[in-house]
């Protein structure tokens, strides 16, 4: 049985979506810790680069007109091959950056988070092979943005 989305939901997906990645690209600023701790660096990079990524395609979901196929699995692919990197980065406590403690205290849930992640990106990668409009890929588009935001939701120093 085919399930069918109203643009409300649709939309909804999106704006969750972009305020993951714009939360990302914040959440992922450097710091003057990040001068000092190549980890910290690392880790925060890798995750600009996705929100980076994210706003490439999440710029297409609100004008569906611009969509790019070239463009879309380029991005996708990034994701999908970039998001184990940053984990092996939260190795030491001490260098908490923009985590919270829950990193280290709750590390299963974080990894279940991380490999969560791996698992969505791979699934828009996937989407993006074939995709011919936006259309294609909005839900996995739509997970990621999820994967995202659940993350930083327990695992990432709010904003003072």
Not at 24 to 40: E, K, Q, R, V, Y
């Amino acid at each position: 049985m085919t399930q069918v989305h109203s643009n409300k939901s649709l939309k909804s997906i999106f704006g969750i979506t972009l305020m993951a990645a714009a939360l990302g690209l914040t959440a992922c600023s450097p710091s003057a810790d990040t001068d000092s701790n190549p980890d910290l660096q690392a880790r925060q990079d890798s995750m600009k680069n996705w929100g980076d990524a994210m706003g490439v395609m999440g710029d297409m979901a609100k004008a569906p007109d611009t969509f790019d196929a070239d463009v879309v699995k380029e991005q996708a692919a990034f994701l999908a091959e970039d998001a184990s990197t940053p984990w092996s980065h939260f190795e030491d406590p001490e260098n908490m950056g923009n985590a919270t403690e829950a990193v280290w205290s709750n590390a299963e849930g974080f990894r279940a988070e991380a490999e969560n992640f791996e698992a969505v990106t791979a699934n828009l990668s996937a989407a993006a092979q074939t995709a011919t409009s936006m259309d294609d890929i909005k839900p996995a588009f739509g997970e990621v943005g999820a994967s995202c935001k659940s993350c930083h939701t327990d695992f990432r120093a709010k904003d003072e």
